[in-house]
């Protein structure tokens, strides 16, 4: 992964007060995310809870982000599909919205797979899980999308993000321990 070395670059060229910026940024790359960068910056030489806490801090602000954008979005198009049907209720002469064509190809079958998950297992479940499958970034926005309250989503991608880059740092900062 070319960018994974480019940000274990990064880290090694900053002075020691910029690493941890540098792990935040990566922290809010999707598939890097809190986990990847937390490795990122033990590697790099961070100590492990500064690294740790500096990819948590970056993933989530990027994951609260892309919440409260993809919320507002749906609220946006709920509120203007509403409004066209008041419209058409009103005296308008026949249907408003286009008919859209069915989607078909990857992010259907994405789509699809985590439709599965989320009535399976819920909210926390598929944030719980979802880094074993999609980024957080990808889960966070399906579930805002799909009109789940943005501090439900908030909370439980908080809980995923810090559990999954904890369980990642304390494995690769023994690793790299293990290996000084």
Not at 59 to 75: D, E, Q, T, Y
Not at 97 to 109: F, L
Not at 141 to 153: H, Q
Request: charged content about 15%; proline content about 6%; glycine content about 12%.
């Amino acid at each position: 992964m070319n960018l994974i070395e480019t940000f274990q670059n990064l880290v090694a060229q900053v002075p020691d007060l910029v690493q941890p910026l540098i792990v935040s940024l990566a922290g809010a790359v999707p598939f890097i995310e809190g986990e990847g960068a937390a490795g990122i910056g033990i590697i790099g030489g961070i100590p492990p809870v500064i690294a740790a806490v500096a990819a948590m801090i970056g993933n989530f602000l990027c994951v609260a982000i892309l919440v409260l954008a993809s919320a507002g979005a749906r609220r946006a198009i709920v509120d203007r599909s509403r409004a066209k049907q008041a419209v058409t209720v009103g005296g308008g002469t026949g249907p408003t919205e286009d008919a859209v064509p069915a989607d078909t190809g990857r992010g259907s079958a994405r789509r699809e797979k985590f439709q599965r998950a989320f009535e399976r297992y819920g909210v926390p479940g598929v944030s719980l899980l979802g880094p074993l499958l999609l980024p957080t970034h990808f889960t966070a926005t399906m579930l805002a999308a799909s009109g789940i309250g943005k501090g439900r989503i908030l909370l439980w991608q908080a809980v995923a993000i810090i559990g999954w880059t904890t369980v990642v740092a304390v494995l690769v900062g023994s690793a790299v321990s293990a290996i000084r």
